[in-house]
């Protein structure tokens, strides 16, 4: 199992930032602009500094769980799915115990937009890897993961088969046969399931990232031992 995109209930995927015509933020002067970006906190739903909705809110940021399919009509396989949005105070710790169910050993994917046109990225993999040391580094890097745009990262075990995902846009996406295990973590920090709910990516949003992240995001990937061009990473 490997999948890099997030799903959406039917198996489409969820959109990418609408073009720029038509944008929400059109006719928005750069007060307003910069007023709107500032805003971190929606009802009780606190966002990271990584993505904000469009200014027009179609879809207002809130805490919960949905679930879904994953179809794969290439290979002719269903994977049950939850995608959750949580509120920044709770988003990593809930990451981190997600993890529980996949086991002592891991393989972990490292996720990068930087520098490249919309919607492009580029997968970077390590396999076999002790949780507790992954889990380890990955605190380390906790202000990467919650406030950069550009990066996401993924964690599977191939032989359950499961993986969990934190995407560039801070939302958890689980895709697992077994999906109890999950959802009683989920349910352990207050994230419920709602089937109704919206997600940020199915409206016009925007992403945020800034050079450390970038620097950052090549040390994380060097400590966790993945083998990658990185002169090639630091010039794309």
């Not at 006719?27 to 007023?35: D, F, G, H, P, R």
């Not at 971190?40 to 769980?65: H, I, M, S």
Request: contains cysteine.
């Amino acid at each position: 199992m490997g999948f890099s995109q997030p799903y959406s209930p039917g198996g489409n995927l969820p959109a990418e930032p609408v073009s720029p015509w038509n944008s929400s933020f059109d006719k928005l002067s750069q007060e307003e602009l910069e007023a709107h970006l500032q805003v971190a906190r929606y009802g009780d739903f606190f966002l990271t500094d990584a993505v904000r909705p469009a200014y027009d809110l179609k879809v207002v940021p809130t805490q919960g769980y949905r679930c879904g399919v994953y179809r794969d009509d290439e290979n002719h396989v269903q994977v049950p799915v939850l995608m959750a949005a949580a509120s920044r105070e709770v988003l990593m710790d809930l990451f981190l115990d997600l993890l529980e169910p996949l086991g002592p050993v891991v393989d972990v994917v490292l996720e990068t937009s930087h520098h490249r046109y919309s919607g492009e990225h580029q997968d970077l993999y390590r396999e076999h890897i002790d949780k507790p040391v992954l889990m380890s580094v990955l605190c380390d890097y906790e202000d990467l993961l919650l406030n950069d745009g550009c990066t996401g990262v993924a964690v599977l075990n191939p032989q359950l088969p499961a993986e969990v995902q934190f995407d560039e846009h801070k939302l958890l996406i689980v895709y697992a046969q077994q999906l109890e295990p999950f959802q009683d973590v989920f349910h352990r920090h207050d994230v419920f399931r709602n089937d109704q709910m919206s997600f940020i990516t199915e409206a016009e949003h925007i992403h945020s990232s800034a050079p450390r992240y970038y620097e950052q995001f090549l040390e994380l990937a060097m400590r966790l031992g993945i083998e990658a061009d990185y002169d090639m990473l630091a010039g794309c």
